[in-house]
Nanobody, 123 residues
Framework: QVQLVESGGGLVQAGGSLRLSCAAS????????LGWFRQAPGKEREFVAG???????DYADSVKGRFTISRDNAKNTMYLQMNSLKPDDTAVYYC?????????????????WGQGTQVTVSS
């Protein structure tokens, strides 16, 4: 198993930036596909970005060009750099992990989840 803990959320004005971190403990970090998801009030949890074991990245259309996902296997940590934030980005952000090889945006294909960190973007 792997345990995940998010940090870095907060309140920011529209146009601002935040960097989220996801620290992992347990099994070998580099063995996992990693993803960021978010859930706004009254909405389903949705894929934001993912990074495979070998560094392949994918993003939701709504964040392409604004968000960047990365991983540091030596530090057992994943990051989400969020720039040009919009009020629509307001949500609880979750990191997730799975041992499958192929990157997937499906919520139900990730076995491990963090507790989430709140991101609020004011207009």
């Amino acid at each position: 198993q792997v345990q995940l803990v998010e940090s870095g959320g907060g309140l920011v004005q529209a146009g601002g930036s935040l960097r989220l971190s996801c620290a992992a403990s347990g099994r070998t970090f580099s063995d996992y596909l990693l993803g960021w998801f978010r859930q706004a009030p009254g909405k389903e949890r949705e894929f934001v970005a993912g990074i495979s074991r070998n560094g392949y990245r994918d993003y939701a259309d709504s964040v392409k060009g604004r968000f960047t996902i990365s991983r540091d296997n030596a530090k057992n940590t994943m990051y989400l750099q969020m720039n040009s934030l919009k009020p629509d980005d307001t949500a609880v952000y979750y990191c997730a992990a799975d041992r499958r090889l192929r990157l997937t945006p499906r919520v139900d294909e990730y076995d491990y989840w963090g507790q989430g960190t709140q991101v609020t973007v004011s207009s």
